[in-house]
């Protein structure tokens, strides 16, 4: 069964501040995604990572994947207080054709 | 606009009464599924239909039902609802091959009483 963690679960941060979220999955996979949540909200799509060695970024947000390692990184640069939400990474493991979540990590940027 | 549908947004509701939460999508995506999500536990497939006519069961079907009967369409059936079905029901859906990722739904908070 594929089991996808992520850390930290919780995540405390002085805007201007640089932190990394780190995603661990347990069996081969190549499709990766993260996605976003605000309180109450859907889940808005940030990145789709495909293959080894992906990295993709998109204004103070930068993700990684290393399918060997079975790692993914999520790289916030110079935080800013709208980046405050749950940041979530899925794993497609390819049977039952669903996504496994982590647990999702809340970020919350301090002025 | 490229998008999943899901109506209602918010429904309370009593122990035993039928209900749907439908699901709708107009990007002429292949697959579809239905997630809960509930503190402590996350998010959790229900079920999953990889086409029209074409459904299987996911994490945690039990005491749901769905049917895909055209392409766009994906409605979620609680027949007999309980106090333990009471979550924040989100439907998504893809392209085959997943390439693009996933869209989801806007979600359904749903409360039994």
């Known amino acids: 069964e594929l089991k996808v963690e992520q850390n930290p679960l919780f995540l405390s941060m002085q805007e201007g501040k640089n932190y990394t979220i780190y995603c661990n999955y347990s069996?081969?996979?190549?499709?990766l995604y993260w996605y976003r949540q605000d309180p109450g909200k859907s889940l808005e799509s940030l990145f789709v990572l495909l293959s080894n060695g992906a990295v993709k970024q998109e204004g103070r947000l930068m993700a990684s994947l290393d399918t060997k390692a079975r790692l993914s990184t999520l790289h916030i640069t110079a935080a800013v207080h709208d980046l405050s939400a749950t940041y979530f990474c899925?794993?497609?493991?390819?049977?039952?054709?669903?996504?496994?979540f982590g647990k999702g990590t809340l970020l919350t940027v301090n002025p | 606009e490229a998008q999943v549908t899901q109506n209602p947004r918010y429904l309370i509701t009593v122990t035993g009464k039928k209900l749907t939460v439908t699901c709708s999508q107009n990007?002429?995506?292949?697959?579809m599924s239905w997630y809960r999500q509930d503190p402590g536990l996350g998010l959790r497939q229900i079920y999953y239909s990889m086409n029209v006519e074409v459904t299987d069961k996911g994490d945690v079907p039990e005491g749901y039902k769905v049917s895909r009967k055209e392409k766009r369409n994906f409605p979620l059936i609680l027949e007999s609802p309980s106090p333990n079905q009471t979550s924040l029901y989100f439907c998504?859906?893809?392209?085959?091959?997943?390439?693009?990722?996933?869209?989801f739904g806007s979600g359904t908070r749903l409360t039994v009483v």
């Open positions: 990007m002429n995506h292949e697959y």
């Open positions: 069996t081969t996979s190549d499709r």
């Open positions: 998504a859906s893809s392209l085959t091959g997943f390439y693009y990722g996933y869209t």
């Open positions: 899925a794993v497609d493991g390819g049977s039952n054709y669903k996504l496994t």
